[in-house]
T-cell receptor, first 108, second 115 residues
Framework: SQQGEEDPQALSIQEGENATMNCSYK?????LQWYRQNSGRGLVHLIL?????REKHSGRLRVTLDTSKKSSSLLITASRAADTASYFC????????FGAGTRLTVKP | GAVVSQHPSWVICKSGTSVKIECRSL??????MFWYRQFPKQSLMLMAT?????????EQGVEKDKFLINHASLTLSTLTVTSAHPEDSSFYIC???????????FGQGTRLTVV
């Protein structure tokens, strides 16, 4: 079964805008990870945030984690058309379970 | 990062036949491997978790006799879809994690089409 829910399910923005995706989960976790998937392809690991961390940055990505609310967010700043993809959060509870994902479309 | 190789990347088979998908960790020992299935425009659903030398643990609703998982070595796990049917057509992805490791590494996925 899936661990979490993500919202929005789909997001369409213009190039240069910021994109924020949210993920909620149900149980205690060891860490939470965000992945990107281009249509029909494998997963690309973006960032891992541990349960004792609150915020993490990597380039144009910013991830936050609120374990009290069991939620995380992924912010992509200054989006590009190449960021168009599906984004998934995955919670590590021994095994890894994925949220439903957000389909991001960045229009040039 | 570590490399996980999944083979084949795509396969087309006839209904009723069996298909084997391989997942190899190329530069680390994978004590645990995970198998996922992904239908179009949906998320990855965990099918089973396998630890080297042990029987796989299947998620609820996944038929263990239909999806045979073997993890006989620290670098190889296989998923065999037995008596495949068109509804088994999907994208199958494996991931592998070493002992005590935080991150799991994913294979490139296998697109199975059953005709």
């Amino acid at each position: 079964s899936q661990q979490g829910e993500e919202d929005p399910q789909a997001l369409s923005i213009q190039e240069g805008e910021n994109a924020t995706m949210n993920c909620s989960y149900k149980t205690s976790i060891n860490n939470l990870q965000w992945y990107r998937q281009n249509s029909g392809r494998g997963l690309v690991h973006l960032i891992l945030i541990r349960s004792n961390e609150r915020e993490k940055h990597s380039g144009r990505l910013r991830v936050t984690l609120d374990t009290s609310k069991k939620s995380s967010s992924l912010l992509i700043t200054a989006s590009r058309a190449a960021d168009t993809a599906s984004y998934f959060c995955a919670t590590d509870v021994g095994d890894m379970r994925f949220g439903a994902g957000t389909r991001l479309t960045v229009k040039p | 990062g570590a490399v996980v190789s999944q083979h084949p990347s795509w396969v087309i088979c006839k209904s009723g036949t069996s298909v084997k998908i391989e997942c190899r960790s190329l530069d680390f020992q994978a004590t645990t491997m995970f198998w996922y299935r992904q239908f179009p425009k949906q998320s990855l659903m965990l099918m089973a978790t396998s630890n080297e030398g042990s029987k796989a643990t299947y998620e609820q609703g996944v038929e263990k006799d239909k999806f045979l998982i073997n993890h006989a070595s620290l670098t190889l796990s296989t998923l065999t879809v037995t008596s495949a049917h068109p509804e088994d057509s999907s994208f199958y992805i494996c991931s592998a994690r070493g002992q005590g490791a935080t991150k799991a590494f994913f294979g490139q996925g296998t697109r199975l089409t059953v005709v």
